[in-house]
């Protein structure tokens, strides 16, 4: 009876709703992008980002190493990004808190935009977590320029670098290719193995992604090699705006 208990704990899936919530419009127009036009670039914003990186994700679980980079290179973006977030916010604070006669309490929004997020993976909830950091200091940033604590061409410039670095985020998987490869393919350079090193250009895997000693944080484990696993959908978004 115990056993049969154990089994029906392993088997449930814990289900939950994670309501996420912007105010500055910066922020807010990234959570779509904007889709390519003739003559308009397209943009990468969180919902597209989210269905990318789950087909990367899907194949990092194939034992995938080229997958395996691309989540790194993920990564190192998003801790670059979250310490530029730490110290501006820290540089932003101190000049709402310069005037100790001066008591500067938070912005606020009438409508603030909400999401309900239900990502395929812990990336895309690092980078909305991330968005909110940014939303943040974007809106303190406005506040501190419209009430004279910096100059207004400062708080501009540094909205500017805060949105470009959040799009380079959403970037990251841009360029990536859907192929069916293992790391035992590569060890044997058989067809699979010089199909991937075509699709990806050449691209060089250093040594302890190949080896498996190195995967991501937020990497996940790997499974059974199922070529229908490793086979990804279009690219769909998942979040919806309350």
């Not at 395996?68 to 916010?89: A, G, I, N, V």
Request: charged fraction near 25%.
């Amino acid at each position: 009876m115990q056993k049969e208990k154990a089994k029906k704990r392993e088997n449930t899936s814990i289900k939950s709703e994670t309501i996420i919530t912007f105010r500055s419009h910066q922020v807010i127009n990234m959570v779509r992008g904007r889709k390519k036009k003739p003559g308009v670039e397209q943009i990468t914003g969180l919902l597209v980002f989210g269905g990318l990186v789950r087909q990367v994700f899907q194949q990092s679980k194939g034992d995938n190493p080229y997958a395996d980079l691309y989540l790194l290179t993920c990564e190192e973006k998003m801790d670059k990004l979250r310490l530029f977030l730490r110290s501006e916010t820290i540089s932003v604070e101190a000049s709402l808190m310069s005037n100790k006669y001066v008591t500067v309490n938070e912005a606020t929004v009438e409508e603030p935009y909400a999401l309900t997020a239900a990502f395929a993976t812990p990336y895309a909830y690092q980078v909305a977590y991330l968005m909110v950091q940014a939303d943040d200091l974007i809106c303190r940033l406005v506040q501190a320029s419209h009430i004279a604590m910096i100059p207004k061409k400062e708080a501009d410039a540094k909205i500017r670098s805060i949105c470009k670095r959040l799009r380079s985020v959403f970037a990251s998987f841009n360029s990536w290719k859907s192929v069916v490869v293992t790391r035992s393919d590569i060890e044997l350079n058989n067809q699979r193995a010089k199909k991937a090193s075509e699709v990806f250009g050449g691209l060089v895997i250093p040594a302890e992604i190949l080896s498996g000693d190195l995967r991501g944080e937020y990497a996940p484990d790997l499974t059974a090699n199922d070529e229908d696993s490793l086979v990804t959908e279009d690219v769909e978004e998942e979040a919806v705006v309350i």
